[in-house]
């Protein structure tokens, strides 16, 4: 599908102070990690695979076409670029798959004869609902 050794190598690392409450320790450690990736500018993929990246990222990239992730989900930092390296990748993954073709088939005659039925046997409840024509 595509290189991840090579990809990896393309990914840029921030690391930042995490929000939020902690004490003494969140103020003075950067534990929180920013991953960043140009989609456009990577040599990895091809213009088709770029294409299908830009198409289903759209809404998670910037107006210069990178994708920005963040963790601060743990208070390590190690341990963020881990997490936040397996949740690219299984964003690209997702990304680049291609949807299978839906085959069209025809319609059993089984469920046409249940459909009708049901109709026939609805209709007459209705129509049973009416008021008898004494005539």
Known sequence: MFDEEAILQELNFKAIRSSGSGGQHVNKVSSKVELSFN??????????????????????????????????????????????????????????????????????KSVIKKRLKSKRKHSEKKANRQKPNLD
């Not at 500018?41 to 213009?47: A, G, H, I, Q």
């Not at 299908?52 to 963040?70: M, Y």
């Not at 670029?81 to 680049?96: H, S, T």
């Open 39 to 108: 989609v456009f500018e990577t040599n990895v993929f091809d213009e088709e695979q770029k294409k299908r990246l830009l198409k289903k990222l759209q809404h998670r990239l910037t107006k210069q076409h990178v994708l920005i992730l963040q963790c601060g989900e743990s208070r390590s930092q190690h341990k963020n670029k881990e997490i936040i390296i397996k949740r690219f990748l299984e964003l690209i993954k997702v990304a680049l798959k291609v949807p299978k073709k839906r085959k069209l088939t025809k319609v059993p």
